[in-house]
């Protein structure tokens, strides 16, 4: 079954520790996305991808980093400059990215700091 | 600017009752769609519903039913006859053409009672 793969479910992180979330697709889509979820806060734009090689910054990416290599990979790390990273973290890919089809989720990490 | 509201945080209902959430969006784009999402305990947002701007049809899904109306930029979701089952957090999104962004509402945490 095609779908978002989001590894691992939870995460501990010391302080000062840069720590890397795994998303992975097979839907081949070409855009992908990745929100923070805090309690009442609903969800939040950290960076996007629309092709490979290629990404932008969200309404909050200070404190972490991305790439995208290959197509179905999108990792997020959380760098040591994000001073509350302690969310929860989807990823999400679309098809055309904002032309309406909307987004498939993964089933999201849960990152807390120790 | 574009913005979701769902000034509902949270309701409890006893089963079989009825129920509605609320949404209502602000957007200056005359073509967006909007969606409503279903994320339960485990974290997966899951897919409810998608509508385009031109479409101001309601829409009936077995016990779910939605409601746009563009006169009062709302697309409010109703469940007939609940179930523990629906006990959940509700989101409202609105995707704007172009936008690389779901703009997410706060959600509502649902809560049936048996």
């Known amino acids: 079954d095609g779908g978002i793969t989001q590894s691992p479910k939870y995460l501990f992180r010391k302080e000062g520790q840069n720590v890397t979330l795994s998303c992975e697709q097979n839907?081949?889509?070409?855009?992908m996305y990745w929100y923070r979820q805090d309690p009442g806060q609903g969800l939040r734009l950290i960076y996007y991808?629309?092709?490979?090689?290629?990404?932008q910054k969200g309404d909050i990416a200070e404190g972490y980093s991305v790439s995208r290599e290959k197509k179905e990979s999108f990792p997020l790390t959380v760098t040591s400059a994000q001073k509350n990273p302690t969310a929860f973290y989807l990823c999400?890919?679309?098809?055309?990215?904002?032309?309406?089809?909307?987004?498939?989720f993964g089933s999201g990490t849960r990152l807390t700091v120790v | 600017a574009q913005k979701v509201t769902q000034a509902q945080t949270e309701i409890s209902v006893v089963e079989k009752e009825d129920v509605t959430l609320d949404c209502v969006y602000e957007?200056?784009?005359?073509?967006?769609?909007l969606f409503w999402y279903k994320q339960p305990p485990s974290g997966e947002l899951v897919f409810l519903i998608r509508?385009?701007?031109?479409?101001?049809q309601n829409e009936i899904s077995g016990r779910y039913s939605w409601n746009f109306q563009k006169s009062t930029s709302s697309f409010n979701f109703t469940i007939t006859a609940s179930q523990v089952v629906d006990s959940a957090v509700y989101f409202c999104?609105?995707?704007?053409?172009?936008?690389?962004?779901?703009?997410f509402g706060t959600g509502t945490r649902l809560t049936v009672i048996p």
């Open positions: 999400a890919s679309s098809i055309d990215g904002g032309q309406g089809h909307g987004y498939t």
């Open positions: 839907l081949n889509h070409d855009a």
């Open positions: 991808s629309q092709i490979v090689n290629d990404f």
């Open positions: 957007t200056r784009d005359t073509t967006y769609y």
């Open positions: 509508r385009n701007s031109f479409d101001e």
């Open positions: 999104a609105l995707d704007q053409t172009g936008a690389n962004n779901l703009f």
